[in-house]
């Protein structure tokens, strides 16, 4: 048996041509996972990042309500020291006299 007969050039064409066709399929499925791992990747980033994004704001938030109420109470408190300086009957009520 020769090789000739065993490998026909029509046969080792074909054989080829499917090693050819098995390795580009491979490549793209390599290439559909990449492209699969990138778009996961990207939407977890997103996410994390819209939820670092939210809890900076509420951060942000938070100090601007304290930074407001602290000047509420430090008005507040200053109202009840000039209503307690004042005198609460007219001058010249009968009690007072």
Known sequence: MK??????????RKCLWLAIVAFVALQIYFV???LAALILFTGAFVVLSLVALILYLVDRA????????????????????????KQLRRPRSETAQ
């Open 3 to 12: 090789v000739s007969k065993v490998w026909s050039e029509k046969k080792a």
């Open 62 to 85: 938070g100090q601007w309500g304290l930074g407001w109420a602290g000047h509420q109470a430090r008005r507040g408190l200053t109202l009840a020291e000039d209503l307690s300086k």
């Open 32 to 34: 559909q996972e990449m």
